[in-house]
């Protein structure tokens, strides 16, 4: 356990076992400014690593993005729309529930709006469930059309 005061001019530090005198001290000495932090377990982890991290992070789709960055800058979707250009509400809701893709000319607005990567709103993969049926392809992506001559027919 570990416990720490934080007042304009002291902080204290005491980590392993507390005694209840001196807790109880403390406690008289500083009332609700005094905090405890901890558990008996005080590794530290980095959470991006862990595995419900990643799991989390693989489920959460661009317009999950869009909604989440949306609700902390306290937006509605009709405000969100108007900055986007007039965007009608419906077609913001769309997004964000993954009925309708967003657009990379979208993505970018939103990215400098926000001001996050544009990655958090474009969708790379063609497996998440809810953007299945209209998966949206980046113009990078790679993917390139077959010729004839890669299909297996030859100039002779």
Same mark, same amino acid.
């Given at each position: 356990m570990q416990a720490v005061v934080k007042t304009p001019h002291i902080e204290i530090n005491i980590k392993g076992n507390i005694s209840k005198q001196l807790l109880t001290l403390l406690k008289k000495e500083y009332g609700k400014k005094l905090r405890f932090t901890g558990q008996e377990d005080n590794e530290l982890m980095n959470v991006f690593?862990?595995?419900w991290y990643k799991k989390v992070k693989s489920e959460t789709s661009p317009g999950d993005n869009?909604?989440?960055y949306r609700e902390i800058h306290g937006m509605t979707q009709e405000a +969100?729309?108007? !900055?986007?250009g007039n965007i009608p509400r419906q077609h913001i809701s769309n997004m964000e529930r993954g009925? /309708?893709?967003i657009s990379v000319n979208?993505?970018?607005k +939103?990215?400098? !709006?926000?001001?996050v990567p544009l990655e958090k709103f474009i969708h790379f993969g063609f497996n998440t469930p /809810?953007?299945?049926a209209?998966?949206?392809i980046p113009a990078k992506a790679g993917i390139q059309k077959k010729s004839k001559l890669d299909a297996g027919s030859s100039l002779a």
């Open positions: 690593e862990t595995d869009m909604k989440i +969100l729309g108007r !900055i986007l009925i /309708r893709a979208t993505a970018k +939103l990215s400098k !709006i926000f001001k /809810r953007l299945a209209h998966p949206v």
